[in-house]
């Protein structure tokens, strides 16, 4: 069974607008062109105009309508159905302007609200050019009716050929067309801003349940995650201990030596793991210090050195003196660690990292890790210092994760710079308030 394919919004609200277009015709022209009619038939009104005329007005108008029906359910060329609507209906109401006195008829009105109408049923556009077309057809009506080209239908009252009386009534009917126009233009255009407003809004909302709802769930996750370290880390503490007792008989067998070592690496895995998620998820307060930047890095660059000896990794300090900031040394070696650890995990055989410290407007001092990887992928960017997201087979995810909480409890940040150069760039800014350059010796 084939389905039927969606209509598309934009077209769907077309059709709405068309079908209340239509509606809003009929039921205009049948209450307006009855009533006159009855009027007209009053034999007290007495008079000269031909109800037959006003009948085939409104014949026309529904059997224009019949077309139009038929038009929109055919579903295609929408808007030109609109405005195709739009200017028969001038032509319409023109031609009972012109039954019912010409341009000082009570009729004029409809001219008026198709305006509107045309402004919001199909646009801006549309609302100009009714406003130009029925001018221009109010215009011929006048001249022709004032050069004796169009009988004089009507029983009211027509100014004379010429006289001030019609120029004064085509002048206002004109110049209140183009007036309507351009105020239903900024009305629509005001509420089509509200909708958007609200629109935006109502999206925001979403977005923020939808976050709403990913952080309880985090947090939830991470009461979980706590609990369990917290529970593993003793009898993972025992383990350790007590293996460590018997390693030394082991090691005695090569086989049970190999063996040993497996447990041993994983036992440690297992440790880091456990005090990464306690890390993060119970963060001790820093305990600030004032500190010398260059040394520190050193020091955790020098360590990671120690470990790799197919990665290049250089220290770089931009300033000629010495830096000196208020931290807790221990949470800011952690994250340099992680910062490099993820680096020298994503370059490749002579891959090089860059550490480089430099002062950023004397505001804040940034250090930079650069890597020539495999970087970031960009729809990765911002998930990177989410906790829990890695793209490594046994990543915790919660590296970088940790790095943002430490940074940002030390009034700071850490970015991933976006560059073209391969590989990543990860900056930490210290602001100035949580450290000092000294002018002084270089190191
Ligand atoms: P983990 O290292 O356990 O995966 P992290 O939070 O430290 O957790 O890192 C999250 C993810 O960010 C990594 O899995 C990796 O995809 C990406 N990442 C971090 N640093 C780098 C880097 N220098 N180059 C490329 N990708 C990186």
Redesign the pocket.
Known sequence: MSSVPPVPAQTSNMIARITWVMVLRVLIVSALLGSTIILHLDATAGTDMSPRFLFAIIATTYAMTVVYALWHRWGKWLTLLGYLQLNVDAVLFILLVYATGGVSSGFTFLLHLWVIVAAISVGKRASYLQAAVSSFLLIVVAVFMSAGLLPVLSDQLVFMPGSSGTIYFLLVNVVSLFLVAVLVNILVDRIELAGEGLRREREEKKVLRVELEDARRMAALGRLAATLAHEIRNPLSAISGSFQMLREPLSKDADNAALAGIIEKELNRMGRLVN?ILDYTRPAKPFKDRVDLHRLCDDVVRLVRSGLSDVDIVLRNDNASPVHVDVDANQLRQVLW??L???S???KVDGCIEVRIELADRKAVRVR?A?N?????PD?RE???E?F????D??????????RRVMESHGGSID?LESNDP??V?VLTLPLGSCEIEVGHVE
């Open positions: 990464d992680n910062l650890v993820n680096a995990q994503a370059v890790v890597d990887g495999t970087g970031v992928l990765n998930r990177i210092f906790p997201f890695s793209t490594k046994q990543g915790m995810g919660l590296g970088l994760a940790l790095c991933l590989g990543a990860f």
